[in-house]
């Protein structure tokens, strides 16, 4: 199961925020706004949340124009971010409600954009930026096999007893040779 750095799981963390984030809102705004302000502040801290909500793709858009491809940017959840910021738009414009219609006028602009991006980059090659390969050594093996050297066996010192696990004392010329190990 994921979990983030408090150790909570990931619906857990986002009902804890939600609820948090909700109670926090009416506590400050029931205690530090009186009166006709207290719709202002909400209905501007709604504006701010809305427009992150419509600005969450830039970053996929940025990634789509870098990468000329739109792999990563699906045409249907842009159409109907669209969609949804028109119906929205118009709903604001026949209450004028300046909260519904600003954030919906900003989300419809960057979905006609996300859109446009769609258009220009569907028929490019997927072009993903690819890591830096490290440069590869080649040995020429031939090379290698002609060159003469002599390998000696490496002498270990017998460092500990119980790990002969043959009986050397019955055989006097095993006790006196020294171990070899492999190069």
Known sequence: MLQNRLGLPPLRMLMLLNFGGFC???LLSHFFVKGSNRVKVLGWFCVILSVSVFAAPLSIMRLVIRTKSVEFMPFTLSFF????AVMWLFYGVLLKDVY???PNVVGFILGVIQMALYVIY?????VVPMEPKLPQHNI???KLSTAS???KPA?????????DHTDNSKDPSNQE???????
Do not use: F, G, Y
């Open 81 to 84: 971010l669209t969609l949804s």
């Open 100 to 102: 519904i219609t600003i």
């Open 122 to 126: 569907k028929n490019s090659k997927t």
């Open 24 to 26: 926090s809102i009416l």
């Open 177 to 183: 040779q020294p171990r070899q190990c492999e190069v």
């Open 155 to 163: 002498v270990c010192p017998h460092s500990n007893e119980e790990d």
């Open 149 to 151: 050297c002599e390998m």
């Open 140 to 142: 020429d093996i031939a």
